[in-house]
């Protein structure tokens, strides 16, 4: 894996630490990274940050390996844990960390699962139909495409994926099946591919992309986890806390955006003159609308390129 290691990139790196960092400037400050991967940014924080103690999650227990061996040279300042990053009041407790002073979550695939082909991510090669990010996991994608219903495989990939053949698509799926199981990648993207018509086929990207969005959502119940953590996080930030999202396709960022400004705009009825206190909001935008990485980044790590960062800071103390 050293391949892998070495060419690792973290999106918007420089933005995420300069987020970040100015809450981190204070004895024992705790930084948590709900999406650990390959410790790409939290290695950055730590190294910046010397004042700040590294909660890292990640259901993946092969990443977990590589980041505690990448991160070995910061000794008991690193605390791993294998866990979905909506078990976050969980972990906390059994670190015995009531409030934490800053938290990322870096949402979607980490370069080790794209890389490893025998997870079953990547369309553009043959391999396993797997799509689980741990393989604790008891749902593959297999699992999915070889015993839903068509209704039901079509609203996951209409939803999920946002694609607009997804009924033909299933029901291609559900015929093909009647004919031989689904075991790998290569004849599922070659049965999506007859479903849908030729002239979109030659101009709207690859035709499997959204499908294999939407399996991968639901194999790992992303944006029901994603759901989770939000109120959970935000409440764990103590006053001056702060937290970044990456998201990376509108599902995940229209979740993210209407969290952190629920918990941005005051809670006092609109008739009285003044906010009472306790009904201010809970916290303060740092970043006005979704920031994009600029092309620069794009050229040199080009699965940044749908990135999505947002941000914001505690303003009052949580209840």
Do not use: W
């Amino acid at each position: 894996m050293v391949g892998v290691r070495d060419t690792h990139v973290p999106v918007m790196a420089g933005r995420v630490l300069e987020l970040l960092a100015p809450a981190l400037d204070v004895p024992g400050a705790v930084y948590v990274d709900g999406t650990l991967g390959l410790a790409g940014h939290a290695r950055l924080i730590l190294e910046n940050c010397p004042s700040a103690i590294l909660i890292g999650i990640d259901r993946d227990p092969h990443a977990l390996d590589i980041a505690r061996e990448r991160l070995a040279e910061f000794g008991d300042r690193v605390q791993l844990y294998q866990s979905t990053y909506d078990e976050l009041p969980e972990v906390l407790e059994e670190a015995g960390i009531p409030r934490v002073q800053a938290v990322l979550l870096d949402l979607g695939l980490s370069s080790l699962q794209i890389n490893h082909e025998e997870r079953g991510f990547a369309y553009s090669i043959d391999s396993p139909l797997d799509m689980r990010m741990s393989p604790d996991d008891p749902t593959t994608a297999a699992d999915l495409v070889n015993t839903l219903t068509r209704p039901e495989l079509a609203r996951i990939l209409r939803v999920y994926g946002e694609e607009r053949f997804a009924d033909r698509i299933a029901g291609r799926i559900v015929a093909e099946r009647e004919r031989e199981a689904f075991t790998t990648s290569a004849r599922l993207v070659a049965t999506i591919a007859d479903a849908i018509p030729a002239a979109v086929r030659a101009t709207g990207g690859h035709p499997a992309k959204r499908t294999f969005q939407a399996l991968r959502i639901a194999v790992n119940a992303e944006l029901d986890s994603l759901a989770g953590v939000l109120p959970a996080a935000i409440e764990a930030l103590a006053l001056g806390g702060r937290i970044a999202v990456l998201a990376y396709h509108s599902l995940e960022d229209r979740l993210v955006k209407d969290a952190l400004r629920t918990a941005s705009t005051d809670r006092a009825p609109r008739d009285l003159p003044f906010i009472p206190e306790g009904f201010g909001p809970d916290l303060r935008l740092l970043t006005h609308g979704a920031e994009r990485p600029n092309e620069s980044e794009v050229a040199v790590n080009p699965r940044a390129a749908s990135a999505r960062l947002r941000a914001a800071e505690r303003i009052q103390e949580a209840a």
